[in-house]
T-cell receptor, first 113, second 114 residues
């Protein structure tokens, strides 16, 4: 899945800190940019998503920033909590890949109390 | 509403044995997906159904994998014969239709091939 690259692979943050995860994509036809959250033993669940007509979307402590020219989008978690410890995946879709989520490799986030 | 149901949750088999996974999607969801998630990786799509029709099976290894969704509701994914490299978590997901971007995932079946 070379067309979607996430960074970092893992991230350790103290409680109350800011977590930032980045996703770079190659397919310019993508037009839906979601982040999924996965806890151990569970399937991924949609956390937040953005369309390319806006540069930022905020839902509670979670914000997506989108940079169309750089073909990148990022997830910011403000005031990170131990309960946010999970694996996060970007999974853009669109164009001829419509309906097919292209998952990144995942970022393991650990929030220490 | 009830979520996506998968069974079994865990399966351990010897190589060359057959195995089957079952999925019941969220009621009213016409689109059903099977993904494979290898350890430490993101899920990869195996097959997508619109009602009972497989509309994208380009990533399904057809020599050993098969799937069906006979009445457009629940679905079965089969591997015969299983190989060591098939050890993974098999995830089922559903969405209201192909135009709906949000996919709802089940808990998955963890397959171990010995």
């Amino acid at each position: 899945q070379q067309q979607v690259k996430q960074s970092p692979q893992s991230l350790i943050v103290q409680k109350g800190g800011i977590s930032i995860i980045n996703c770079a994509y190659e397919n310019t036809a993508f037009d839906y940019f979601p982040w999924y959250q996965q806890f151990p033993g569970k399937g991924p669940a949609l956390l937040i998503a953005i369309r390319p007509d806006v540069s930022e979307k905020k839902e509670g402590r979670f914000t997506i920033s989108f940079n169309k020219s750089a073909k990148q989008f990022s997830l910011h978690i403000m005031d990170s909590q131990p309960g946010d410890s999970a694996t996060y995946f970007c999974a853009p879709t669109g164009g001829t890949s419509y309906g097919k989520l292209t998952f990144g490799q995942g970022t393991i986030l650990t929030v220490h109390p | 509403e009830a979520g996506v149901v998968q069974s079994p949750r865990y399966k351990i088999i010897e190589k060359k044995q057959p195995v089957a996974f079952w999925c019941n999607p969220i009621s009213g969801h016409n689109t059903l997906y099977w993904y494979r998630q290898n350890l430490g990786q993101g899920p990869e799509l195996l097959i997508r159904y619109e009602n009972e029709e497989a509309v994208d099976d380009s990533q399904l290894p057809k020599d050993r994998f098969s799937a069906e969704r006979l009445k457009g509701v629940d679905s079965t994914l089969k591997i015969q014969p299983a190989e060591l490299g098939d050890s993974a978590v098999y995830l089922c997901a559903s969405s209201r239709n192909w135009q709906t971007n949000e996919q709802f995932f089940g808990p998955g079946t963890r397959l171990t091939v010995l």
